[in-house]
């Protein structure tokens, strides 16, 4: 699922599927969110992502 951005701009929304991702990894290894690799998007997102 994909959400449009707002027409009031900022940024687009995260993948789904890169913050699925980064979820895992952090479960998997259990560093630090600050560890998250980069090509999981911003470590911000995708904790925000897990809290909802």
Do not use: D, N, Q, Y
Not at 29 to 36: D, I, M, N, V
Request: aromatic content about 8%; glycine content about 10%; overall charge positive.
């Amino acid at each position: 699922m994909h959400k449009k951005r707002s027409s009031l701009g900022g940024r687009p929304p995260a993948s789904s599927r890169k913050c699925f991702e980064g979820i895992l990894w952090i479960l998997r290894t259990g560093t630090p969110w600050s560890e998250l690799p980069s090509r999981s998007g911003s470590s911000s997102a995708v904790w925000r992502r897990l809290k909802k």
